[in-house]
């Protein structure tokens, strides 16, 4: 009994150890899983997890460039980059937004104005870190914010970039503006593969030359590594990598220039372009109305967005670049070379006019009633008869004219460094084959071609080509593609780029008609449509007046300017250049709706070159000195 | 100078050199990572040394009790314990969306921390009682008292805990003798069961076990810490970064640095090397309580050695095994490394009684 009980007792006891050992084999089994796997993520991974590590613990924070600023041709600033204190919100770190705007506003005076904006951000920039709820704070505030900052967690103060034009609307078209960034902005930022250099900009060039020089303007973005820890906030920079600032902008233009030209238009809404014939470097540009661009850098609110893309007067909308309008007689130099260069008129040719041309039973006008009596070639010009040129325009045959015009660059863009410009129509056989599309209307009659002669029918210009080809005029056929930018200044070295020095063609034309032409454009402003307007000028100039129709009149229909509605007025053009003999400045003059060139645009033009030559402005009370020409009589 | 030797040989009496050597370096490793992991400063370090302090007087005092007076303890102690876990259930505070918390006058604490020890010492208990003709009867009895304070603690929601306590009891079954033709029917039938298992948890014990097939899934929510831990470990390489080096750890990017990932940061510093110090040292804790258990003089006692001994295997298996990726998150210490008292104090009982049935391994029973 006693040795049984032995003997089960040293089997249980072999029985246990043995189940001890299938034990400690399991534990070694397990422990060998395990050290498989340390070695697998250890070894085997170790550099994929290394590279994670590193990931999760560098970060690479942008840092955005100044953005190049732009100046006048003597240095004056029209665009600049400062730095100023924003009032950040976090939106990930704030659970309730709406409160803690409403807390911030107790200590900082928060807008209606900044809380649409904020909320609009909000939206269009999901995923962003931190959008600003009040831009530009004062020092005060800033000092506010400051004692209060434990209350907001989330909330930061942070120094920004902002841009400024400090003349406002003056030049606004030439500027254009900038805009925060967004989806489309996004795209073609894509498209050209910048996103590593938009990595901490929040702002892009939109319209003008803040959009055609953008790559030039944004500058190369820095950046710092640094070390953050999960929650992303920083704990060291590792290293850094300075932003080179965008390079900045020497325009041709010339600011008082500019300001004498905007000044002149008043109330009227139009546009006038002035280039240096000898470079094509614009001098003036202006678009009335304007804006101010301003308004756009941070966001422009819904107010004032209203205000001016809903007014009939859409002071967006850049007239010089993108307007097309008949040329009315401003057409009628270039007419009159085109006959000379292609030997259908001398200068002496002359004819009899009775007060109106009839072709095909159709009766065309003259605006003189009864008519210009005998006028030749140098007459017609200087008292703008249509009736030389419906004859002229007849001889001429639509092809001859747009064959020749087009060298002038009419009817094509001409490569200003501003986007989005429009290229008009010079009419042809060809042109209307390709516009219509039913049968009768794509065939060109030559009674069309008669419209044509006077700058009306299909004739449609920006007033920059119009100022291109008047600088043609001046440079005795010399082409330039009229640039607004003088030099791009490289900010690091200082380095100039010039945009634009060589001419893009010179024209083969005679001189002697090119002089004649010449002649009779100083004998408009002398004895002509021009006289009154330039009358006692210190200068030699020469000019020709135009009125474009906007709408169409009845056949018989006399034009009367009272009796038309305000916005189906004619325009007035004036295009002009000076001195003669050595021309300093050709300018284009488009007045909308203000009815005949010689009385509404003429003087803007004697201002601007007043101005420009003499260094003379016209005090708005004393414009347009007693004339040559009767009202009754005008005629352009 | 005598009296002062006396009362170093009292000290010294109960405690076995192999288990307090390999614990202490355990529990050095623990500091030295803990200090690591710490952003706060020394607090943790101070505090950690005070639960190390006390743990090493309870192991000290479980020493000195012979198994005869722990065998009976166990049934008083699993029917306190079991008693709580209903009271619990009942009464139970909700923290973190878990009932565990009970308020007792003076404090609170985790009733299912009892079970660790006692759910062994009974089965132990009441295996030896029924030494001389154990039967599928007795099995079946283990099964439901292993069953009962399991499923309490699941429902808490305390999956860890859950899974530490029955491991334990397994363990006991186990060693006592199942038969292998049960063992693997059981298995099979578990094997079975998991789909039902599956209808029984929680949404977020389901997300952290399919976390573990795809932790890309959700990277910022539950498989965000396996995805960083995983990091951790496998950027330290071979050597690892070096003490306090850890970007993983100093970065704040593993989440409980200081508890149950704590091995993530240990092993971000000291890499392959480290890692495998520490599955040595477990090994050899491990290998040292299978040998006291194996050595026992009683059922009673070897169930229980062996029992307690691979608790330390659960802890450390499924607590690596979570933070490397392998296993799915539940709520597990590494064993004597991380941060934390009542584990502390837990782990230390157990090696207290280790050493006091190897202490007690040359006395005969009465």
């Known amino acids: ?636 | 100078m005598k009296a002062i030797d006396r009362l170093f040989a009292r000290i010294a009496a109960p405690m076995d050199g192999p288990l307090l050597s390999i614990s202490g370096g355990l529990l050095l490793l623990g500091l030295l990572t803990l200090y690591s992991a710490s952003t706060d400063g020394s607090a943790r370090i101070t505090s950690q040394l005070f639960n190390v302090g006390i743990a090493l007087a309870v192991m000290w005092m479980a020493a000195q009790v012979p198994p005869q007076t722990l065998m009976r303890f166990a049934l008083p102690a699993y029917l306190l314990g079991l008693a709580l876990l209903v009271a619990v259930a009942l009464f139970g505070d909700v923290r973190n969306g878990a009932r565990r918390w009970l308020s007792l006058g003076f404090g609170s604490g985790q009733p299912s921390e009892i079970m660790k020890v006692a759910m062994p010492l009974m089965l132990a208990w009441y295996f030896h009682k029924n030494e001389a003709a154990l039967g599928l009867r007795d099995y079946l009895v283990a099964a439901a008292l292993l069953a009962i304070p399991t499923l309490l603690i699941a429902r808490q929601p305390d999956l860890g805990t859950a899974l530490l306590v029955a491991a334990a009891g397994f363990y006991v079954i186990f060693l006592a003798g199942l038969s292998w033709k049960l063992l693997i029917g059981a298995a099979a039938a578990l094997a079975a069961s998991l789909p039902f298992l599956w209808s029984l948890m929680h949404d977020y014990q389901r997300r952290r076990i399919l976390t573990l097939f795809d932790p890309t899934e959700d990277p910022l929510g539950a498989g965000y810490h396996i995805i960083q831990s995983t990091i951790a470990v496998g950027s330290g390489g071979i050597t690892g970064k070096g003490w306090l080096n850890g970007s993983q750890t100093h970065l704040e990017f593993i989440p409980e640095r200081t508890t149950d990932f704590i091995f993530a940061v240990y092993s971000e510093e000291f890499g392959l090397i480290g890692n495998t110090l520490l599955l040595a040292l477990y090994l050899a804790l491990i290998t040292r309580g299978l040998m006291i258990a194996a050595n026992a003089p009683t059922f009673f006692s070897r169930l229980l050695a062996g029992a307690v001994t691979l608790t330390f295997f659960t802890y450390a298996f499924v607590n690596m095994g979570m933070v490397s990726g392998i296993l799915p998150v539940v709520g597990v210490p590494l064993p004597l490394v991380s941060y934390g008292g009542t584990a502390l104090v837990t782990l230390f009982l157990d090696i207290g009684i280790l050493m006091s049935i190897n202490r007690h391994r040359t006395l005969v029973q009465t």
């Open chain 1, 1 to 636: 009994m006693k040795l049984t009980e032995f003997k089960n007792t040293q089997r249980e006891l072999y029985y246990f150890q043995v189940r001890v050992g299938v034990a400690g084999m399991v534990v070694l089994a397990a422990f060998a899983v395990l050290l498989a796997r340390f070695v697998y993520l250890q070894v085997v991974q170790h550099e994929y997890y290394r590279t994670k590590a590193e990931d999760n613990r560098i970060s690479i924070v942008p840092i955005a460039p100044n953005r190049g600023n732009i100046v006048d041709r003597s240095g004056v600033v029209l665009a600049r980059s400062y730095s100023a204190y924003t009032l950040e919100i976090s939106p990930r770190q704030v659970p309730d937004v709406e409160a803690v705007i409403n807390e911030l506003a107790s200590i900082i005076d928060v807008r209606a104005s900044d809380r649409n904006r904020f909320r609009r951000m909000l939206v269009e920039a999901k995923g962003a870190d931190s959008l600003p709820i009040k831009t530009r704070l004062s020092d005060e505030e800033v000092a506010r914010f400051a004692a209060n900052r434990y209350r907001f967690p989330g909330v930061e103060i942070k120094a920004r970039l902002f841009r400024q034009y400090p003349h406002g609307e003056l030049a606004s078209h030439v500027l254009g503006y900038i805009g925060r960034i967004n989806d489309r902005d996004l795209e073609l930022i894509a498209a050209e593969s910048l996103e590593a250099n938009y990595k901490g900009s929040d702002h892009i060039g939109k319209t003008g030359l803040e959009q055609s020089y953008e790559r030039q303007l944004h500058g190369a973005t820095g950046y710092e590594q640094v070390e953050v820890d999960a929650g992303g906030r920083g704990v060291r920079t590792l290293s850094r990598t300075a932003p080179t600032s965008g390079n900045s902008l020497s325009l041709t233009l010339d600011l008082r220039l500019q300001e004498v030209a905007e000044e002149a238009f008043g109330a009227h809404r139009g546009a006038l372009v002035a280039i240096e014939p000898a470079t094509g470097g614009v001098l003036a540009f202006v678009s009335k109305p304007g804006f101010d661009p301003n308004l756009f850098v941070d966001g422009i609110d819904p107010a004032n967005w209203e205000l001016l893309n809903n007014s009939p007067d859409r002071p967006l909308i850049n007239r010089a670049l993108t307007g097309l309008y008949p040329p009315g007689s401003t057409f009628k130099p270039f007419l009159a070379l085109a006959a000379l260069s292609l030997g259908k008129r001398t200068t002496t040719q002359a004819i009899a006019d009775p007060g109106y041309f009839i072709f095909g039973g159709h009766r065309f006008r003259d605006d003189k009633v009864g008519g210009h009596g005998v006028v030749d070639m140098y007459k017609a010009i200087v008292v703008s008869c249509d009736t030389y040129f419906y004859m002229l325009a007849n001889d001429l045959g639509i092809d001859n004219i747009s064959g020749f015009l087009r060298q002038f660059g009419f009817g094509a863009r001409t490569g200003i460094d501003l986007e989005g410009e429009a290229a008009g129509v010079l009419p042809s056989q060809e042109w209307k084959m390709k516009r219509f599309s039913r049968p009768e209307q794509r065939k060109w009659y030559a009674g069309e071609t008669i419209s044509v002669g006077i700058g009306q029918g299909y004739n449609a210009y920006t007033p920059l080509q119009l100022a291109q080809a008047t600088a043609a005029l001046a440079s005795g056929g010399v082409m330039y593609r009229p640039h607004i930018v003088h030099y791009i200044e490289n900010s690091r070295t200082g380095e100039r780029t010039y945009v634009e020095r060589e001419p893009l063609r010179t024209l083969a034309l005679k001189p002697q008609h090119i002089e004649f032409i010449r002649n009779a454009m100083v004998g408009v402003n002398k004895e002509g449509t021009g006289a009154r307007a330039f009358a006692g000028a210190g200068y030699t100039s020469a000019g020709k007046t135009g009125t474009a129709q906007v709408v169409a009149l009845k056949q018989n229909e006399k034009y009367h300017e009272s009796r038309v509605q305000e916005r189906h007025r004619d325009h007035a053009l004036f295009i002009a250049f000076a001195p003669v003999e050595s021309p300093k400045i050709a300018l284009a003059v488009l007045v909308e709706n203000a009815g005949f060139g010689a009385r509404a645009a003429a003087p803007i033009a004697r201002q601007v070159l007043d101005y420009y030559l003499l260094g003379k402005r016209v005090p708005p009370a004393d414009k347009a000195p007693a004339g040559a020409v009767e009202d009754d009589d005008e005629s352009d």
